[in-house]
């Protein structure tokens, strides 16, 4: 079983950044296929961001140019720096990882995903 702790978030102006983070247990971290998503109250989770060696990086078009996610495999750690806020972007963040091994591998689903975070609140003040 695979633990993640997220931090980071918290209160930041429109236009202002913040950054995540995201910290996994596991020995095999850099095999691992690493996503952000989030939750807005009343709306449905969706999908931000995700890096895997296969196949590659992914943004939602909503964050693309904005967001950037990277991981330090040597920290078993993914990140996501969060640019240019806006307070639709306000909304419950969460951390997801799939440790099983994959031929396709659909990053935005969060079906894909094996385990999840606790989720990290980030709130945009307009």
């Known amino acids: 079983q695979v633990q993640l702790v997220e931090s980071g978030g918290g209160l930041a102006q429109a236009g202002g950044s913040l950054s995540l983070s995201c910290a996994a247990s596991?020995?095999?971290?850099?095999?691992?296929?690493m996503g952000w998503f989030r939750q807005a109250p009343g709306k449905e989770r969706e999908f931000v961001a995700a890096?895997?060696?296969?196949?590659?990086?992914r943004y939602a078009d909503s964050v693309k140019g904005r967001f950037t996610i990277s991981r330090d495999n040597a920290k078993n750690t993914v990140y996501l720096q969060m640019n240019s806020l806006k307070p639709e972007d306000t909304a419950a963040y969460y951390c997801?990882?799939?440790?099983?091994?994959?031929?396709?591998?659909?990053?935005?689903?969060?079906?894909?995903?094996?385990?999840w975070g606790q989720g990290t609140q980030v709130t945009v003040s307009s």
């Open positions: 997801a990882v799939k440790t099983r091994a994959w031929i396709y591998f659909d990053q935005s689903r969060g079906e894909e995903y094996d385990y």
């Open positions: 890096v895997s060696l296969r196949p590659g990086t």
């Open positions: 596991g020995r095999t971290f850099s095999t691992y296929g």
